[in-house]
């Protein structure tokens, strides 16, 4: 900007990149922001359909109401996650994108078959407790031991409700996001269904599965995660997974499947007992809800 100043000034106006500074930063109040990432998809597309030039006015109307319950819902979702009551706990967990090893400065590491570490986290409490290792519980393993499915995520689960002390608890939350493959799923459900029924506690009444709209997911989880690549942006080797366990047991309580627990095959158990979903006498529909006196299909 400054040289764009002094390339349109004549000789004796042009100024010092110092006083150009000096003068932008105290006459001007404007500010600049870093560039967003992980937007949600439906806010961007709600915002560029409001920018439309050929809409009409109870489209655009339709479209604002739209945007306003998306963002409400969302509200909703981290009051739920804020929420703090003695007769309640909250689980909330999430996968961690794939580790790749070995990690090393070889630029033909980039060409070559990696193999993946995989991170399950569960976080107890609500969003506004302080991460620790008390609270903070790591699954880890490799895919040349266990795949990345419902099985594996259900076992961790399971083996954490297990160990998890409820006194003067009724309501159990477990809160993840809504990806299909790990989280919301029959597997999940039966799991949860069967540890309540032979391994909760009598004081345990009710346990409630919370899946946020998508954009909108940011959980407990996730703070770990930044933690943890935070750490291995200044770590330039790692070739070994127990390396990759030391770091993250710096963040949390470090499990592993087949020495600290079982991976038990859920989807085989739950096989006996359920119907697949396509044989469910019931289908899940679309809600409608009212919002300012128009009717929103949620």
Known sequence: M???????????????????????NTRFNIGFGSPKTDVCSKCLELKERLKAANITEREKQKLLT????????SKAFFSLLKEKREDMLTLSFDCQKNFALPKIPDQSVYYSRQFYLYNFTIVQGSSKDALTKENVFIYTWGEHEYPKGSNEIASALFHRLKNTDFTGTTVLRCVADGCGGQNKNTTMMFMLQYWFAKHAPNNLKKIEAVFPIPGHSFIPPDRVFAQIEKKLKK????VEPSEFDNILSESGTVFKPGRDYADHDWKKTSSA????????HFKFAPTLEIFRNEIIRC
């Not at 770590?235 to 790692?238: A, C, K, P, S, V």
């Open 273 to 280: 007992f359920l119907k697949p979903p396509a044989q469910w």
């Open 235 to 238: 770590i330039e080797t790692l």
């Open 2 to 24: 400054w040289r764009m100043y002094n390339a349109g000034q004549e000789e004796s106006t042009k100024v010092t990149h110092s006083f150009f500074r000096m003068i932008f």
């Open 66 to 73: 739209e945007y306003r319950v998306h963002k409400e819902r």
